[in-house]
């Protein structure tokens, strides 16, 4: 009996100090970038590292006095809000009805292109947008975007439409509802779980982007990552800034994931079980 209780114990103390070191290691990252943030100049550069020092506001002053900061957030809200968007207004109705139509065939083609290193697409874009007048757009930014969301969107989405039941609409159609007002009134508020976690995931992936803006965008649609690309200049890096911006654009998506995060479980959940 007291053999049995070691062990247990021993396993206890194992387990926890496994779990420790593994958030210590994922968490890490983020708290140097939170001390460096609240460091001057010297402080954030000095070799070794310093653990006490004076903390300053001063970087999250130069950020959000920075010209272009303001202009960048409004740029990387309205093309992540343009994304969930026209995502969802397009990948919804087409998932709906590959799934009653029960074409999965269509749904894996369609993910396949989107399996294409994403480099490849920007010079064809970039050639391409310049021809339309899209080049430094909303909506050439957006349209950028939706060929990779899209895909992914209508894949995920196929478990949860074809877990509800077809009764369910034919007893809509019998009660005088067409189809349109069925899948707007009935199917979507059904699927709400999956939308959230379409739409978190997706605000993630947009908000944080750097290759298509960085090609795709000039000054008048710089989004935040690309902004805070100009911190780095002449080979040299200012870490204090550079941090305190990381730590700004990084609020609106942790905001935005725990706002949604019941919904968001409840989505990954029920997609991990199709």
Known sequence: MHWKSCKTIGSKIFFYSSLIIIVGVF???????????????????????????SPILDNYREVLQESGFMLSMVNSIVVAVLTLAANLIVALPAAYIIARNRQK??????????????????????????????????????????????PVTIWLMLGFFEDIPVEIEEAAWLDG??????????????????????CTLGFIWTWNIFLFPLVLSGYKTKTLPVMIYGFLADNQLDFGPLSAAAILITVPVIVFTLANQKYFRQGIALGGRK
Request: charged share 10%; aromatic share 20%; net charge positive.
């Open 27 to 53: 968490c890490f990252p983020f708290y140097w970038v939170i001390r460096t943030s609240l460091m001057d100049a010297v402080d954030a550069g000095s070799i070794p590292p310093r653990f006490f020092f």
């Open 105 to 150: 065939w269509l749904s894996f083609t369609i993910l396949f292109f989107q399996m294409a290193p994403w480099i490849v697409l920007l010079l064809p874009w970039y050639i391409i947008f310049k021809q339309l007048g899209l080049y430094d757009t909303y909506i050439g930014l957006v349209l950028s975007n939706l060929t990779f969301m899209i």
């Open 177 to 198: 509802c067409s189809r349109l007002g069925t899948f707007v009134r009935i199917v979507v508020p059904l699927v709400k779980g999956g939308i959230i976690t379409i």
